[in-house]
């Protein structure tokens, strides 16, 4: 059974940068795609981004991410990264790391494993 584990998250001002990492374990990632999805207080989950298992293709799921985030992937470490730049406090939220086989989709309700998330906190 695939599990996943997210680090990396912490409390930054408004303007700084972050890099979530979810590491997982029990397959290898190369068999799924990887998405972070976020989830503010009060509020479902938000997808954030996705990337192909195959040719390393990156969708943003929430435009107002804009280029400020950026997701990679190591198949070679077990390790997915989320990049976040020019942080807003509107980017707090527990983000959460989730695979499923296949291709990216919007809809939380399409993967099948999910990490335990990590609290990002952006505030002066």
């Known amino acids: 059974q695939v599990q996943l584990v997210e680090s990396g998250g912490g409390l930054v001002q408004p303007g700084g940068s972050l890099r979530l990492s979810c590491l997982v374990s029990?397959?290898?990632?190369?068999?799924?795609?990887i998405a972070w999805f976020r989830q503010a207080p009060g509020k479902e989950h938000d997808g954030v981004s996705c990337i192909s298992s195959t040719d390393g293709s990156t969708y943003h799921i929430t435009a107002s991410v804009g280029d400020r985030f950026t997701i990679s992937r190591d198949n070679a470490l077990n390790t997915d990264y989320l990049q976040l730049t020019s942080l807003e406090s509107e980017d707090t939220a527990i983000y959460y790391c989730a695979v499923r086989p296949g291709r990216c989709y919007l809809s939380s309700s399409s993967y099948d494993a999910w990490g335990q998330g990590t609290q990002v906190t952006v505030s002066s």
């Open positions: 029990g397959d290898t990632l190369r068999n799924y795609v």
